[in-house]
């Protein structure tokens, strides 16, 4: 159990936290490298890799370890405690495999992984269908421990693997016209127990505009905790969108679609007053239902736990703010 007694979200050094620690100095290490003037951030990684493989947290299914992997900072140094990958890997949405937290760390065994094929189409140079081996080699990947803020008032710090989406966006070139991207994912009734329930349209959609799709931060995302994605994690490939509420960031992609019309998104078609295009993570615009306010933090739930304040941008204003000078974010929500 977690005894909730300093400042800033840290605890007593139980195992599980020497984890993020470590991480954060081998972190703090590379802060000062690259002030001395050295890009390597292949330095980093390490401390981390060491660090997170003391970890003592048991592993549901064994997963290959990925290789090649670097740490990065690319704009997302949190000094934050990881959330337990335990907690990472069974607190998720993911309704295709039910809409309770725990339904997908049950239910999510049956996603058929490989092989796997990503089209990307629309308005591009060179619409082409990559097969995840194809993807896995266009770019190195990184570690980037991003927040991850839900619409529903929780969030978690993980650290993710992968490499920013913009890598692949420039191979395949997008047209003068293409000024939105559409993420569609996997809707497979036979793997996907609630597929053909109509809590939402299948497939799961979502949309970012070009810019913010190109952004560094957008991460087009293989792993966690330097490790293949766990299946209700969003296997095998996810976007994950750190400045965004979770919904945005799509699970197990089948297709990315380059259009000039805002994509039609699967929660602002449930549901367009309360789920906007944009949905960024904004502590001043409530959801109809509830504040946005405040967030729990997953793994600070006991007893004297308080809440945080959720920040702007869930804290990367200082990277992403300039997408939405002079526009009304409460318009725009
Ligand atoms: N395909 C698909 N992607 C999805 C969802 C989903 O239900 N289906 N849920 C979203 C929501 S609401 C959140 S908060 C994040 C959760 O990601 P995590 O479970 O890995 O933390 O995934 C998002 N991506
Ligand atoms: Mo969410």
Known sequence: MLIKTCRDGFHHPVSSEITARDVYQGRRDLVKLMAGGLAGAAMASWASRAALAQSAT??????????????SLTGAVTMERLTDYKDVSSYNNFYEFGTDKSDPAQNAHTLKTSPWTVEIEGLIKKPAKYTLEDLLKLSAQEERIYRLRCVEG????????????????KKVEPLGNAKYVEFVTLADPKTMPFVGSRVLAWPYVEGLRLDEAMHPLTLLTFGMYGEVLPNQSGAPVRLVVPWKYGFKSGKSLV?????????????????????????NVNPNVDHPRWSQATERRIGEDGLFAKKRKTLMFNGYEAQVGQLYAGMDLKKFF
Do not use: C, H
Request: aromatic share 14%; hydrophobic share 40%; net charge positive.
């Open 154 to 169: 929780w969030s978690m710090v993980i650290p993710w693997v992968g490499y920013s989406l913009s890598e692949l966006i």
């Open 255 to 279: 297709k990315i679609r380059f259009t000039d019309k805002q994509p039609a998104t699967a929660w602002n078609k449930a549901a367009a007053n309360e789920y906007g295009f944009f949905s």
């Open 58 to 71: 048991p592993r549901p299914g064994k997963l290959a370890p990925l290789p090649g992997v670097r740490s």
